[in-house]
């Protein structure tokens, strides 16, 4: 997920469906749901499965530190292999959802919602307009479909930020410490945090199989993205 997360193509919470901690994670994220949290030590203890996200997050860690240098090599000297390894692992991804975790007849009966991703997913990757993100506004919402994306499978939030012609603003930004900058950023973020994995966690337990066929969709159609926008 580490790895994902650093490379602006695929998103990590499609590496965590691959590995089936998906709703784990999401379900981690809303203990901070602010509808339900409670201020006191055991509220966390008795929500949080320690075992389960302490190793997550620090296997992320550590590979968003050591793969930074390991991805920016084969950006620049392996494009076109790393595209096709992306895709191919979103491929897989998608495969594995609609195939491998229920019968293929069973993600057949959401065929819709599968189109339906697949059609929101390739928008989005076709999307080649630049807007002036010197707008607040504007940057709230780049914060909000940057986080939004780190929770979906299929577009990583920084290719979203590389969509949105706004990936260099914020880089900058974040090493220059400008705090002014991004703070509409970290709203649009911060919203998207507390209002997203609850929404996530109620469709799964609605109709796990509809969601995550969805979610298929969604990666399918994030694969264009890759290969227009990964530079």
């Not at 997360?5 to 981690?28: C, H, M, Q, R, W």
Request: aromatic fraction near 14%.
């Amino acid at each position: 997920m580490g790895i994902a997360e650093i490379t602006p193509g695929i998103s990590g919470a499609t590496i965590a469906g691959l590995f089936n901690v998906y709703k784990d994670f999401v379900t981690f994220l809303n203990v901070f749901n602010p509808f339900k949290i409670k201020p006191n030590l055991k509220y966390f203890l008795k929500e949080i499965n320690f075992n389960f996200i302490i190793p997550l997050l620090f296997g992320m860690a550590i590979s968003i530190y050591l793969s930074a240098f390991a991805v920016d090599y084969l950006r620049k000297n392996y494009l076109y292999e790393l595209k096709i390894f992306l895709s191919a692992v979103m491929l897989i991804a998608v495969i594995k959802n609609c195939g491998f975790d229920q019968s293929f007849k069973d993600s057949l009966k959401y065929l819709f919602d599968f189109i339906l991703g697949l059609l929101i997913a390739i928008v989005i990757a076709l999307s080649l307009v630049e807007l002036d993100f010197n707008n607040s506004f504007l940057l709230v919402l780049a914060g909000l479909l940057a986080f939004a994306a780190f929770l979906l499978p299929g577009i990583s939030g920084s290719l979203v930020l590389v969509i949105l012609g706004v990936y260099g603003n914020v880089t900058t930004a974040i090493k220059d410490i400008d705090l002014i900058f991004l703070a509409p950023f970290i709203v649009g973020m911060v919203i998207s945090f507390l209002a997203l994995p609850a929404q996530i966690i109620k469709r799964i337990n609605d109709n796990e199989i509809k969601t995550k066929v969805f979610f298929s969709g969604l990666i399918l159609g994030s694969i264009p993205a890759v290969w227009l926008h990964l530079v």
